[in-house]
């Protein structure tokens, strides 16, 4: 049984563009499962997902939120994915990992996501 305000991981469904002239709701896709489709409970997962709702912006918006402190989602696809390199601060004069990651979505945009630290591996 599946339970509200739980995280589950679904596999083998079908996600495809929504046809928003049948919908109520404004998400841009839609997931469809069947009989072959699975739904795991994600028990070790972080309980701030089961509370959060997200409101996505197209990476073509994000210039407001430049230099702001203010969160923003997205949805997109990982275009590249840079080696991991070493970078020296020249505060303490140490050397931390460093790995870029850029994405684009539908808008034809892209942004590159720099992953610091333990980030750069276990992401």
Same mark, same amino acid.
């Given at each position: 049984?599946?339970?509200?305000?739980?995280? @589950?991981? !679904?596999?083998?469904?079908?996600?495809?563009?929504?046809?928003?002239?049948?919908?109520?709701?404004?998400?841009? @896709?839609?997931?469809?499962?069947?009989?072959?489709?699975?739904?795991?409970?994600?028990?070790?997962?972080?309980?701030? !997902?089961?509370?959060? /709702?997200?409101?996505?912006?197209?990476?073509?918006?994000?210039?407001?939120?430049?230099?702001?402190?203010?969160?923003?989602?997205?949805?997109?696809?990982?275009?590249?994915?840079?080696?991991?390199?070493?970078?020296?601060?020249? !505060?303490?004069?140490?050397?931390?990992?460093?790995?870029?990651? $850029? !994405?684009?979505?539908? $808008? /034809?945009?892209?942004?590159?996501?720099?992953?610091?630290?333990?980030?750069?591996?276990?992401?």
């Amino acid at each position: 049984m599946k339970m509200l305000g739980k995280v @589950y991981f !679904i596999s083998k469904g079908t996600l495809k563009v929504a046809n928003k002239q049948f919908k109520s709701v404004q998400n841009d @896709y839609e997931m469809t499962l069947n009989k072959n489709s699975e739904a795991e409970e994600a028990s070790n997962e972080d309980p701030f !997902i089961t509370g959060t /709702k997200f409101n996505f912006i197209a990476i073509d918006q994000f210039g407001p939120f430049v230099n702001s402190r203010e969160l923003v989602a997205i949805i997109g696809v990982v275009q590249n994915v840079s080696p991991t390199m070493s970078i020296r601060r020249k !505060i303490h004069n140490e050397t931390i990992p460093k790995r870029d990651i $850029t !994405i684009a979505d539908e $808008t /034809k945009k892209a942004i590159v996501v720099s992953l610091w630290n333990d980030l750069t591996t276990n992401v």
